[in-house]
């Protein structure tokens, strides 16, 4: 699986959850859904990286994978 992929798929799991209305029309935005669920993702990952630090298991193979894993996040 590509970064890519795998930004897609973090991104995926998290619009579920995520509130997909524009405040101004009060209606579903499948575009708003996919940003608020990028910000969950991103929010997990920053979660997951300060986890791995304070049990001390974060090293530099890792610190790579997340980070590029965070800009294909944002690139989307």
């Not at 209606?27 to 910000?39: T, V, Y």
């Not at 993702?41 to 790579?64: F, P, R, S, T, W």
Request: glycine share 4%; aromatic share 10%; proline share 1%.
């Amino acid at each position: 699986m590509t970064k890519k992929q795998e930004a897609e798929q973090w991104v995926n799991q998290f619009r579920y959850f995520a509130d997909g209305t524009d405040d101004d029309t009060d209606r579903f935005s499948p575009a708003i859904e996919k940003e608020n669920g990028k910000k969950c993702a991103l929010l997990a990952l920053e979660k997951v990286v300060e986890y791995c630090n304070k049990l001390g298991v974060y090293n530099y193979k890792h610190q790579k994978e997340l980070l590029q894993l965070k800009q294909e996040i944002e690139k989307l």
